[in-house]
Structure formats: structure tokens, C-alpha cells
């Protein structure tokens, strides 16, 4: 997500259970929990440095870091001892991270590399166009098929990879591809369990739902008429929900191919969505808000919880 100046965010990642997210900020690094909203953690510049990317590892002590200066590293960050553990370095910008609990997808200038954890040893690599948005998803249950999904060659096409079997050279199996809309993707989503798969173009007018296995179209869920970035979809562990939110300032939420709700949300800065339970969702933006939607099966939609996430202090204080 790019950089809003007003907050000094440079960018929001939720982690794999949507509990809990990271922010980055050009004076350190912060980690929150969800509900309650509580800041969990905090990393000052001076301790870690400009930090451009985090990725938390479900709910573990490990938090893996990108720099935001040279060299393009990626660290494995140890919360409990507040202290860097491992190091990998790459030739090109590390531009964004998806995490398991066993493994990394770190996508490059015109690759995806899937590393091992906590060794970083390379277990998969997946060749990308450098002119696609940064995009990886991976299906993070521990049972799952562990399918990584990436941008392929062609214009509008995804290609999607079992990663779970690794190859001693680093190597994988030919990815399959799946020709998913006319224009360029801008966001793709795998659910928890590896069985769906969500993905948006730069139309923005609507978000397809597929069968990550068969390769199926399972829904075209409406979005809109008009032209949007999709900035961010989430689905629900197996699939059944599905939330999106786009520069319009609009959430829309979706139960198995059926629109559910819709609300607002800040038109002019990007933000991160998440499915907390079946009748909410959460909204993260960077200039510094939260925002909590409740909704009904009927459409009826409210907003139920808005706070200035910088703001909120740590457990403690929230406990006094």
C-alpha cells in the first residue's frame, strides 16, 4: 500500500487469522490487536530503522521485516527477545510478503520466491512480469493445499502453484494458469483453506469468486458500474464470505455469491479490509483509522466501532 504523507504510514498488513496487523511508519513499526483494538507492540526507528514492510506469522513472536534502505534484506524479527534472528538477502526491491506459519512468498521486481521459516531456504520460485502489481496470496491454514497464486505473463491471468512439496534445488512443479479478466489484475485473495480464490482487474466493477481446485468461475460478485481501484478483497477461511473495499469509499460484503451489505469508508486513502467474525468487518486505512461494520443478512449495515488506531495505547493502559 502506498505512502500517506499526513500519518507517516508507509504500509498496513494484516495477519494470517485477521486478529491482528502491523504498521509501519517512518519512525518504527507498531503491532495491534484487533479486537479488543490495543497496540500489542512497538518498535521505534532507532531499534529497527525506516521499516517498509511487515508481516506477522499468525500470532507468533516471529515478525518478518523489510528494511526500507539497501540492502534489499528480508530479517526475521524475534518479539519476545526484540531481536533479529535470520537475514536473506535479494538483488531487487523486496515489494511485498505473504506468510504460513512455515513458509514466506516474497515477491520481487519479476519474481515470487517462497522461503522456508524459520531458515529462508528457498523452496519454490514462481517468474512474474515486472510490470504487474505487487500481488501473492497463499493459502495459510496448516492442512491446506498450500496454493500460491501470482500474476502470469498474460494480461488479466493468474498463475497458481502447490508449493507444499520441496524440491532440492529450489526449484517447483509448472504452475497452472487461469485466465481471470480482460485487463490487468490489480488484487487476488486465497482463502485460509486453499479451496477459493477471489481476484479483481483494473476495471474494478466487479470481484470473481473461483474454485481454486477445478479452476472454476464460481460467482461474478457486482462491485459497481463505475471504474474503482480495488484496494484490497478478503474471504473467509473456506471461502463463503468475501469483503472488498476500493478508492470509491465503499465496503461491500458478499455471502456464498450474494450481496450482503455495503458501507462507507474514507474515500481518498488506500485501506486494508478483514472478515472478523460472520456478521463484521474491519477497515483499516492509512491515514490512521479503524473502522468496525456490523451487518445483517436483510442489507442493513451500520458502522459500529471508529477509532484513530496511532492513537490507542498498549494492553496495559487499556486494562487500567
Known amino acids: 500500500m502506498a505512502r500517506r504523507k499526513s500519518s507517516g504510514i508507509t504500509s498496513l498488513s494484516f495477519n494470517q487469522d485477521q486478529g491482528c496487523f502491523t504498521c509501519c511508519l517512518k519512525t518504527g513499526l507498531r503491532v495491534y490487536n484487533v479486537e479488543p483494538l490495543v497496540e500489542k507492540a512497538h518498535y521505534s526507528k532507532e531499534e529497527l530503522g525506516e521499516v517498509s514492510l511487515c508481516e506477522m506469522v499468525f500470532r507468533t513472536n516471529w515478525l518478518l521485516v523489510v528494511k526500507a534502505r539497501k540492502p534489499y534484506s528480508l530479517l526475521l524479527l524475534d518479539d519476545q527477545q526484540r531481536a533479529f534472528k535470520a537475514e536473506v538477502v535479494f538483488k531487487s526491491p523486496i515489494r511485498a510478503l505473504r506468510a504460513r506459519k512455515d513458509k514466506v512468498a516474497v515477491v520481487l521486481t519479476s519474481s515470487v520466491q517462497v522461503l522456508a521459516l524459520p531458515t529462508f531456504q528457498r523452496v519454490a520460485l514462481l517468474r512474474t512480469p515486472s510490470s504487474a502489481r505487487p ?174 488506531f496511532l492513537q490507542v495505547g498498549d494492553d496495559d493502559e487499556f486494562l487500567q
Do not use: M
Open 135 to 308: 500481488l501473492c496470496a497463499i493459502a495459510t491454514e496448516p492442512n491446506a493445499t498450500q496454493i500460491l497464486a501470482a500474476p502470469a505473463h498474460r494480461t488479466g491471468s493468474l498463475q497458481l502453484l502447490d508449493v507444499s512439496s520441496v524440491h532440492r534445488d529450489g526449484g517447483s512443479s509448472a504452475p497452472s494458469v487461469v485466465r481471470c479478466h480482460r485487463s490487468a489484475l490489480v488484487c487476488v485473495c486465497v482463502s485460509g483453506s486453499g479451496t477459493r480464490l477471489a481476484t479483481a482487474s483494473a476495471r474494478g466493477t466487479l470481484v470473481r469468486l473461483w474454485d481454486a481446485v477445478s479452476r472454476q468461475l464460481l460467482h461474478e460478485l457486482r462491485r459497481g458500474s463505475d471504474y474503482a481501484d480495488v484496494y484490497c478483497i478478503s474471504l473467509s477461511a473456506q471461502g463463503g464470505r468475501a469483503v472488498c473495499v476500493s478508492d470509491k469509499g465503499t465496503v461491500h460484503v458478499w455471502a456464498r455469491g450474494t450481496h450482503v451489505a455495503a458501507a462507507r469508508a474514507p474515500p481518498d486513502t488506500r485501506a486494508l479490509c478483514a472478515l472478523t467474525d460472520d456478521d463484521s468487518a474491519v477497515v483499516i486505512c492509512e491515514d490512521g483509522t479503524f473502522h468496525k461494520f456490523t451487518f445483517a443478512a436483510e442489507g442493513n449495515c451500520h458502522r459500529s466501532d471508529f477509532e484513530y
